[in-house]
């Protein structure tokens, strides 16, 4: 009986090992996967509407990496890390930011890539953008992508715009509740994104409060709105820390 206690004592042990040996493997690699981060947006609208699409300057970036971080083998940097590395090297965040400033922000996070970019639009409903994807390490940009098309396609143009990158950078294709969850957020209408661009505003404004009121009535109108139950969610959860 002492024997065969041993044997299990010894195999619980080994398991144990393989299973401890296997999580420091996968927390290695997950810290060898590229960390992208991306900048305000510049509004180059020009116009009346300049006003009213100032909240894509930073809805725009966080709908990018809420769609580029549904890959598996890709980190996104925390909105919070960059708004405090922007306040502390006191760089512009309405977008006018360069390939230098880019680098120099991506030095700072310890990000590979670092996404920077600009929109417009020709006063009568169509809208253009433009993402830039810098390599932090050469301060070049190495990947771009455009799209162009109705104010009413925003959440598709973003979309479009992400799994250009995406394609860029060599990601795998999705998982299939990945890809499902991506057709939701890209069918989402143009009021849809642009509420909840306007809650990213608050937030990076420090109007958190404000940023959740509009979150919650974001998810009581369209509960099939993934950014908005991600965002909700992680607020509440940096409240409570």
């Known amino acids: 009986m002492r024997r065969r206690g041993s044997k299990t004592i010894l195999a619980t042990l080994i398991v144990a090992t393989l299973a401890a040996s296997a999580a420091q493997v996968n927390a290695q690699q997950h810290e060898s996967w590229p960390l992208v981060g991306a900048l305000p947006f510049a509004n180059s609208v020009i116009g009346d509407e300049h006003v009213a699409l100032n909240p894509l300057t930073s809805g725009v970036p966080e709908l990018l990496l809420i769609e580029l971080s549904r890959n598996p083998a890709i980190r996104t940097v ?9 306040t502390s090297q006191k760089l512009d965040g309405q977008g006018r930011l360069d390939d ?8 700072i996070l310890g ?3 670092v996404i920077r970019g600009a929109f417009t639009g020709d006063g009568h409903g169509t809208i253009r953008i433009a993402a830039y994807m810098v390599d932090v390490a050469t301060g070049q940009v190495e990947h771009t992508a455009n799209a162009e098309g109705k104010q009413a396609n925003l959440a598709s143009l973003i979309g479009q715009i992400s799994e250009h990158l995406g394609h860029d950078m060599h990601l795998a294709d999705l998982p299939k509740d990945g890809k499902r969850a991506r057709e939701l957020t890209q069918k989402a209408s143009y009021q849809t994104t642009l509420m909840f661009a306007r809650a990213i505003e608050a937030r990076d404004s420090g109007r958190v409060q404000q940023a959740i009121t509009m979150l919650q009535q974001l998810v009581a109108d369209s509960p099939e709105y993934e950014p908005a139950q991600h965002e909700l969610t992680r607020l509440h959860s940096d409240r409570g820390r």
Not at 78 to 86: A, F, G, I, K
Not at 100 to 107: K, L, T, Y
Request: hydrophobic share 40%.
């Open 78 to 86: 925390e909105p919070q890390r960059l708004r405090r590395v922007l």
């Open 100 to 107: 230098e400033a880019a680098s120099h922000v991506g030095r």
């Open 111 to 113: 990000a590979q890539w």
